[in-house]
């Protein structure tokens, strides 16, 4: 019977959990992700004490770089997905404190005060 700690096992672990995050990025299922960073930082660890890779594990090494690399190009989107929600929030909020209109003389006034209002704005599904 192999270890289970050895290090193909521990390989054999890493690219499953790194489709794991993989899965877990493509959904937005975001909030899994502190789980499985203390998971993959569990088993870099565990890997880091087995003896030196043999030339068996270099294949299952390859594996786990591109599943990195592919698993950080969606780590990034997310993140670029949650920052322009975060934009789109702010200008909402702004929008909601009120709109500023100008006089003739260049002085900045709320909207209500210059005597004009906005349409209301209705979602659309």
Avoid: C, W
């Avoid at 890779?53 to 670029?80: H, I, S, T, Y």
């Amino acid at each position: 019977m192999a270890d289970p700690t050895g290090r193909a096992a521990l390989l054999a672990r890493f690219l499953d959990l790194m489709q794991e995050i993989r899965l877990a990025l493509k959904a937005g299922d975001l909030d899994r992700l502190p789980d499985l960073t203390q998971r993959q930082q569990a088993l870099s660890e565990a890997l880091q004490a087995q003896p030196g890779a043999g030339p068996a594990d270099a294949a299952r090494m390859e594996q786990l770089a591109r599943a990195a690399a592919r698993n950080a190009v969606l780590l990034k989107a997310a993140g670029r997905g949650i920052a322009a929600a975060g934009r789109r929030h702010r200008e909402r909020l702004n929008m909601l404190a009120g709109v500023r209109t100008y006089d003739r003389d260049g002085r900045a006034q709320p909207l209500a005060a210059s005597g004009h209002s906005l349409p209301a704005l209705n979602r659309r599904s």
